[in-house]
Structure formats: C-alpha cells, structure tokens
C-alpha cells in the first residue's frame, strides 16, 4: 500500500474526534484491521455522510488488509452523502466475469467509473473443489464489466495503485474545459 497514511488521515477526519483519535491510534499501533473496523463503526454510529469516493477508498483500504469482505456489508449501510459519485461499489449481484484471454482466472468487478464505464476487478483463481481464491490474485482494469480487453493489470499487493490508474486513466479521457 502506498498512500495509506494519507488517505487514513482524510478518512479519520470524517469521524468525531473521539472515534478519530481512538482510530488513528489504532493504525499507528500497527492494528491497521481493527482501526479500518472502528472507522466504519465510527462513521456507521455517528451517522457521518460519505460519498461514493470515500466509501471505494475505505474498500480499497480494507482490500489491502484482507478486511473488504467482513467490512463491505456494513459499509454499504453507511450514509450516503446524495452527491455525484465518480465511482461506485458494484453491487454482488453484478456477479463475476469469466475468464478472459484463456486464463481460467475469474473476473469479479468491484469498483465501476460512473463517467466512463470503466471498471477494477478483482482477479481470483479458480481452486481445484471449483470455488474462488479467497484473496485476489491481482486486479485489473477493464473498459466495462465483461466487455472489451484489461487495458491495465496489478499485482496482487497493489488495490490502492489500481484504484488511483482507475481514477486518473478517466479523468485523462475527460475533455477538458
């Protein structure tokens, strides 16, 4: 992870002091998981609004530390703060994609670009009882689910850079002005 400290400190500043601190203590006590826990309870039990930013930032952290898929049913129940969303969540039910360029690894989109329908995957192997890895092999960027080549991949220890390819590969395809 490249940037946690950064991003951990403008996502703890969303909490009341109280839980910001107890959380940021946590994280520099080197318990990065139960500081991800106590943020999204914080933002849960204080009703704090986030935007869809914040609430794919808060994944990709808690990707990186093996707590996305204990934190993503509670973080889907925080409060959403109404705004444009450049990027969401995508919803489980969206489903996985099947392998793609003779791979037998298995697609499974994550976080979709609201202004340009690109999307980051999440990259499981297929075990042999014909379940998914339950960590990520590596993450990959694609122009929309299931359709079109990976214009870029990761590697299994890289969320955080695959996020940020996501987010600015789009806003270089924006116009500008």
């Known amino acids: ?27 520099s006590l080197g318990e990065q998981e139960a500081a991800l826990g106590l943020l999204v309870s914080g933002l849960m039990a204080s009703q704090v609004p986030i935007g869809e930013l914040v609430r794919a930032w808060i994944s990709v952290l808690a990707e990186g530390w093996g707590e996305r898929e204990a ?16 990027v969401r969540l995508v919803a489980d039910e969206e489903g996985a ?3 793609r360029g003779g ?4 697609l ?17 192997a297929r075990e042999p009882w ?12 694609a122009p929309a689910a299931g359709g079109g080549p990976v214009t870029r991949e990761f590697p299994a220890e890289s969320p955080d850079l695959a996020f940020t390819y996501l987010l600015e ?9």
């Open 103 to 106: 791979s037998a690894d298995v």
């Open 71 to 86: 934190l993503t049913p509670r973080l889907r129940q925080c409060v959403g703060d109404g705004g444009p969303a450049p």
């Open 130 to 141: 014909g379940g998914l890895s339950y960590l990520a092999v590596k993450y990959v960027v």
């Open 1 to 27: 992870m490249t940037e946690d400290g950064v991003v951990w400190n403008q996502l703890t500043a969303l909490l009341p002091e109280a839980g910001a601190e107890e959380a940021r203590d946590c994280w």
């Open 108 to 124: 499974v989109p994550w976080i979709a670009c609201e202004r340009c329908g690109a999307v980051l995957a999440r990259v499981h």
């Open 97 to 99: 994609g099947g392998p």
């Open 169 to 177: 590969a789009c806003a270089a395809r924006l116009p500008s002005g």
